[in-house]
């Protein structure tokens, strides 16, 4: 693994971007999952294992009372990914976790916690390439034969009906990356990903950390916070894009007119 400790905004853009260049096409096209957390010293935990207790057992349960209550116009179609999906993004405590293809989106998250502001934040970045390159062979073959680098929900269907089969689809713990479908605006704006690993019980930090090649840990100074926050109010990358509606509204307009904290 490698922990960079930026010192200033360039700095920060710059290995925000690193390795994007795609030279077979000549453009700029990143295979970097992003999740920016507020303070560097929280885990990769997911809303699942931040149960606590047997957290494993009640994932069935969770998702079983969820698809019998919530309405059937809440999802596309009838899939426990599509339900997976609907449930993590309304809260709903899942093995999901949350990441973005945007760097600047990852970059907010980093920075819009005003009581978070005397501690560093963190910027993860994942390779999904290269960790998907460490799937079982069926998910492997369906990513190839969509000419794929990320799955959707319709193409993880395909290989595993229920959460069950999905773990059992390997004999070690693997890491997935998940585009879920456009529920609304915030996960079109927010460029949303979920990872999702083979088992509740395994956390993706300690698989990441098996394989230190596959990601980064870009550390923000609690000093260079506020420039950051700024700039990015200044490109309108704020609550009340990335959370459309009067409650982001109210959230960027209670941050955007909060004094400095000394």
Not at 249 to 258: D, G, I
């Amino acid at each position: 693994m490698t922990e960079i400790r930026v010192s200033d905004w360039n700095e920060l853009n710059e290995q925000l971007y690193q390795n994007s260049f795609n030279e077979t096409i000549g453009r700029i096209r990143s295979t970097y999952a992003f999740r920016g957390v507020s303070s560097a010293d929280y885990p990769l935990t997911t809303s699942l294992s931040r149960l606590g207790g047997e957290y494993a057992r009640m994932e069935q349960h969770l998702l079983r009372n969820f698809r019998k209550y919530a309405r059937r116009s809440d999802v596309q179609t009838d899939s426990v990914w599509n339900w997976l999906a609907v449930a993590q993004h309304h809260g709903l405590p899942t093995r999901l976790l949350d990441w973005t293809f945007s760097p600047q989106v990852a970059m907010h998250f980093a920075t819009a916690r005003l009581r978070e502001f005397e501690h560093d934040a963190v910027i993860w970045t994942v390779d999904f390439v290269k960790a998907h390159a460490l799937l079982p062979r069926p998910l492997r073959e369906e990513m190839e034969s969509e000419s794929a680098d990320v799955f959707t929900v319709e193409m993880l269907a395909r290989r595993a009906d229920t959460l069950e089969d999905f773990d059992a689809l390997g004999d070690d713990p693997f890491v997935l990356f998940l585009e879920p479908p456009s529920l609304d605006d915030r996960i079109v704006n927010q460029f949303a990903l979920f990872s999702v690993m083979s088992c509740p019980e395994t956390h993706l930090e300690e698989w990441l950390a098996a394989h230190p090649e596959l990601y980064r840990r870009i550390v923000i100074p609690a000093e260079l916070k506020w420039e950051v926050r700024d700039k990015l109010d200044q490109a309108n990358v704020t609550e009340r894009v990335l959370f459309p509606g009067l409650d982001g509204l109210s959230a960027w307009l209670k941050r955007y007119y909060s004094p400095r904290s000394p």
